[in-house]
């Protein structure tokens, strides 16, 4: 078992995002996120999955999810030749005698204020998925309240070699 | 610009199954699909069966479909009419067959609030169909209904659902029918890659035991004739599964018949035992396989399938080959043709010794009529008749004696529910294989409990002229539960049980304007059969059976399928 990133691009169809978040639960996989929003064609959205599966279930899924008639692609990103990128949203606690201390710590993090409360700062981060989680280790001595993460999408990185990447369920 | 006809949504309905060649469909009217109906009633050149449980009208398209090899076609109103569709769709989603459902919606200003008789069928039947759609807006229908018939019948067959709210169905449309499929995400495989079948050509002229296991996709794939010259050409022994059968002459010299839990041992062991399996429109289902770990353990696969997620799904495939049937057999042929003969002459004495070793047979001991007689009976009679017979089957016992013992030389002659293994099949099929084919004899091969389930279609078959034959297998009980209860249950028989006491199936047959028929020994058997082909209205022959015959050969459930239980020995077992 491990985790893979799957992108699948399909038509911006009633029950599209059903059928394929369906398909994983029919055959027994657990989505660990999904984000799913528009892509440079209109009509067209994108969809990014994490799921934890044996290299054999993944042949499966991207093969079941391409056969779906909403479905234009299916690709494996490979963390080596993919960017991926996530949106948090943190809600630290944090008492006014402690706040310079919290805001002089995320500095040097590029984490964004989002909000400044009484007793309480929202922060913005994004990065790669280690980021974040780096991040929320940083805050929690302080006490996270509340968090939000948009789960991670990606894209092959255009330095990755010359080819586009192949759809795995060519077949 | 093609010219546009003004018309409702409910004729537009009608005109697309019109331009889509449908000559039959089955269903039941109810409030949200009236328009429709009423459409039918101002005129259609397709033949509405009124069907007596919507159930009944899905496994009639099926029956239909597999019948003629077109796409069924099913319509039933929203709510209760859609659910019971629902039986029917995994029944075609299990087994492949081509199957347009039109349902009937509410109102699109009532869906999302639980009205009367809305239920979400689109989100039901979502993991058994192979794609719905759900039209609130008229304009779209012609391009749905295009892309409905399109999706059915392309790539892997399949059933696909329509989902048609009762205001668009009354809203009025400029009406033309689109000449092509906006699906810019279906692209079923058309063609095969040329290396893989020169690679699967190389590997069954290597092998020492090479053994063709052909399905259901063969049927599909119009692949039957291609079959039958592979085999031919490159002298290669076949095993033909449940939904396979007919797909190569039962009566071929190279065709070893069913493998799986109560296929024969000699088609087992011809699988377990060779070195290459040459799947052909196939999913190495757990029937077939029995314990996945010891499923023919010394072989490679070769693996031809139009549908890529089966290939390596359950068994890896060495050699996978995706694409058309009938055109990647033809192309395996010309390669094996020209690659020289193959030398697999003593693997071929093998298997033959074990089919004469080993032959479907059953003990002839005790009073009461075996269910096997009355199955081979009717099958002798088939033999003797000039008109075609098809055979359909409800699930159990007598649908594992009946892939054993009737023999079908032509295809989609053996219609029967492999995948689901739905009770109740067998009637509704067959009614819908007569529909396809009127000129054939169509006989049922039903038991007792499947009876009860859909019997009431009976009404169907006598009123819309559907003449079919049922033959029960009458035992009095729930015959395959009690076989599992009697091996791996100890004799515990719960709740198996129907008796021969009620119903009395030929007073039942008559009560629906049918012929009925009551056989308790042999000598009734082949009159009452003979009389029943020749009632010219349905007749049921209510055939009493033993309940304590058992169905063998079995695999039992998780065993190895090498590993085959033959019936046990006894005074005057014949073969």
New interface residues.
């Given amino acids: 078992m491990s985790t893979h990133t799957i992108s699948v691009n399909?038509?911006n169809k009633?029950?599209a995002l059903?059928?394929v978040s369906?398909m994983f639960s029919?055959r027994g996989y657990n989505i660990q996120s999904l984000a799913v929003g528009p892509t440079e064609q209109a009509g067209i959205s994108r969809l990014t999955l994490r799921v934890d599966c044996s290299e054999?279930s993944l042949?499966?899924i991207e093969?079941?999810i391409?056969?779906?008639?909403?479905?234009?692609r299916v690709v494996e990103l490979r963390p080596d030749d993919s960017v991926e990128r996530e949106l948090a949203l943190i809600t630290v606690a944090v008492q006014q005698d402690k706040r310079g201390e919290l805001l002089a710590l995320t500095q040097a993090t590029g984490a964004r204020v989002a909000d400044i409360g009484r007793d309480a700062i929202t922060f913005e981060v994004v990065g790669r998925p280690d980021e974040l989680e780096a991040f929320e280790e940083l805050v929690r001595p302080f006490g996270v309240r509340d968090l939000a993460r948009t789960g991670r999408i990606g894209l092959r990185r255009p330095s990755a070699g010359g080819r586009r990447p192949t759809p795995t369920?060519r077949? | 610009m093609t010219k546009t006809t003004k018309m409702l949504g409910s004729d537009a309905i009608l005109r697309c199954l019109e331009h889509e060649g449908v000559d039959v469909m089955f269903g039941i009217p109810g409030g949200a699909i009236l328009p429709t109906y009423d459409a039918i009633a101002r005129g259609t050149t397709v033949r509405h069966v009124l069907a007596r449980h919507e159930q009944g009208a899905g496994h009639m398209a099926e029956g239909y479909a597999r019948a003629s090899g077109k796409v069924g076609v099913a319509m039933a109103t929203s709510g209760p009419g859609a659910t019971n569709l629902v039986t029917a769709i995994a029944d075609a989603w299990m087994d492949s067959t081509p199957l347009v459902c039109i349902t009937g919606q509410v109102r699109s200003d009532l869906i999302g609030t639980d009205a009367f008789q809305e239920v979400d069928i689109?989100?039901i039947t979502?993991?058994i169909v192979?794609?719905?759609w759900?039209v609130q807006d008229v304009r779209e229908l012609p391009a749905v209904m295009k892309a409905a018939f399109h999706?059915a019948r392309t790539?892997r067959q399949g059933p696909v659902l329509v989902d048609v709210a009762k205001d668009a169905q009354e809203a009025e449309i400029d009406f033309r029918y689109p000449d092509d499929v906006d699906?810019?995400?279906?692209k079923p495989?058309t063609k095969v890659h040329r290396p893989q079948i020169a690679e699967a050509a190389r590997a069954i002229l290597a092998a020492e035991r090479p053994v063709i296991y052909a399905g259901g996709g063969v049927l599909n794939g119009d692949a039957c004739d291609e079959l039958r010259t592979l085999v031919e050409a490159a002298d290669l022994p076949a095993v033909v599964t449940l939904m396979g059968k007919g797909c190569l002459p039962d009566s071929h010299p190279l065709n070893y018949g069913a493998p799986g839990m109560h296929g024969s041992k000699y088609a087992n062991w011809a699988l377990n035992k060779s070195d290459l399996v040459i799947a052909v429109g196939t999913r190495f289902d757990d029937r077939v396989t029995g314990k996945l770990s010891a499923f023919a353990p010394g072989a490679r696969v070769i693996h031809f399938d139009i549908?890529?997620?089966e290939?390596?799904?359950i068994r890896h495939a060495e050699i996978?080959v995706?694409g058309p049937l009938k055109l990647a057999l033809a192309e395996l042929t010309k390669a094996l043709r020209e690659g020289g003969k193959p030398g697999h002459d003593a693997w071929l004495r093998q298997v033959e010794e074990w089919r004469r070793l080993f032959p479907y047979r059953y003990g002839k001991s005790g009073t009461m009529l075996k269910p096997q007689a009355a199955i081979e009976a009717a099958r002798d009679l088939a033999a003797s008749r000039t008109e075609d017979v098809l055979w359909t089957t409800g699930v159990g016992q007598h649908q594992m004696w009946a892939m054993q013992y009737v023999v079908c030389d032509k295809p989609r002659s053996f219609i029967t529910s492999g995948g689901l293994g739905t009770m109740g099949y067998g009637i509704p099929a067959a009614i819908g294989a007569k529909a396809a084919r009127p000129d054939a004899t169509v006989v049922c091969i039903d038991g007792d409990g499947c009876f009860q389930m859909t019997g009431q279609e009976l009404a169907t078959a006598a009123l819309e002229r559907l003449p079919i034959v049922v033959v029960l297998i009458n035992n009095g009980w729930l015959g395959m539960v009690r076989q599992w209860q009697e091996m791996f249950y100890a004799e515990r028989f719960s709740e198996t049980h129907l008796t021969h006491q009620v119903p009395d199936y030929a007073q039942l047959a008559e009560a629906y304007g049918c012929a009925g028929f009551t056989v308790r020994d042999e000598e009734e058997l082949e009159s009452a059969l003979e009389a029943a082909f020749d009632a010219g209205r349905t007749a049921v022959v209510d055939v009493h059976c033993d309940p304590e015959e058992k169905c063998f050969p079995m695999v039992p459930a998780g065993a190895a399928s090498v590993d085959v239980l033959e019936a046990p020995d006894e005074e005057g077992a014949i073969a």
Avoid: F, I, Y
């Fill in positions: 399909l038509e009633p029950g059903a059928r369906q029919r054999h042949e499966q093969k079941q391409h056969k779906l008639v909403n479905v234009l369920a077949l | 689109t989100g979502m993991p192979k794609h719905s759900l999706v790539g699906l810019p995400g279906w495989p549908d890529a997620a290939v390596g799904k996978p995706v």
